[in-house]
């Protein structure tokens, strides 16, 4: 790889006018005759083991040489200048959803760190969230006993099924999603101004009727009501965030011993 640096003055904005020219190198491989069961079925290109290591310079040096140049030009300009946009996002919108109130027996030679450290890695968490449990049952980490029951806090989403929870709806009855919708939407309710939630009201307020009215006519067989509700309480849930609540910051865990449509070795790991 090479780069070339014209520099000539510019009348027209009275300043100096740099181009840069990046040429690349044709990266260098190797063909490889491809067989099956003998029989040569085609060639392949393998490239150079010293492909990614040059690749990884070159992007340094490109990367240095328009810091250098953005600098040069900031310090030779008269009027123009370079804002950078700020990542407004909080760090948590990054993070795996968390659970607390996940019961957990306790078994012999557990610790309290290592019952932790067995579904949260990152070390900064780990003391935190053993205070929280502490705090929440009421106990000292130095005191568990063989066949004690306790409440787990910020259990990461992908490790739920280990402790036999999910918050996969879809493996419960309907019913499950159903009430724990209204229970958020009525909590979104219960704290912003009536004027201002009148329409999520409303909305709210024809669910609930036509809820009550599915459940005293439902006929075995015909879901489409009750399939509509959902998706309307899932409009209304999603509707919650220009109030500044998210329902996915107040969903629970549910035990799979509760659920209906649960496989476990068709479940995704990830």
């Known amino acids: 790889m090479s780069i070339k640096l014209d520099k000539e003055f510019d009348e027209k904005n009275g300043a100096d006018k740099e181009t840069i020219t990046v040429e690349f190198e044709e990266i260098p491989f190797e063909e490889k005759v491809v067989r099956n069961n003998g029989e040569n079925i085609g060639n392949s290109k393998v490239y150079s083991k010293n492909l990614k290591r040059t690749l990884l310079f070159a992007s340094y040096v490109l990367v240095g040489t328009l810091c250098y140049l953005g600098g040069v030009s900031h310090k030779d300009s008269k009027s123009s200048t370079i804002n950078f946009s700020v990542n ?14 996940i019961l957990y027996e306790v078994k012999m030679g557990d610790t309290l760190t290592e019952i932790v450290y067995g579904y949260q890695s990152d070390a900064s968490k780990v003391e935190q969230i053993i205070s929280e449990i502490e705090r929440v049952n009421k106990i000292q980490a130095s005191r568990l006993r063989d066949g004690q029951v306790i409440y787990l806090c910020g259990v990461p989403s992908s490790k739920l099924e280990e402790f036999g929870y999910s918050d996969n709806y879809n493996y419960f009855d309907p019913s499950v999603e159903i009430d724990m919708r209204f229970s958020f939407l009525e909590m979104v ?13 409303t909305g709210y307020d024809d669910v609930v009727d036509r809820y009550r009215r599915y459940k005293y006519t439902y006929l075995p067989g015909d879901d489409s ?34 659920a ?11």
């Open 260 to 270: 209906i449509n649960y496989n476990k070795e068709n479940v995704h790991r990830y």
């Open 88 to 101: 407004t996002l909080d760090e948590s919108y990054f993070d795996e959803p968390t659970y607390n109130g």
């Open 189 to 201: 309710l219960t704290n912003i101004d009536v004027e201002v939630g009148e329409e999520l009201r």
């Open 225 to 258: 009501a009750l399939d509509e509700i959902i998706e309307d309480l899932r409009y209304l849930s999603d509707s919650a965030r220009q109030y500044g609540f998210d329902f996915e910051n107040n969903k629970k865990a549910v035990p799979l011993s509760e």
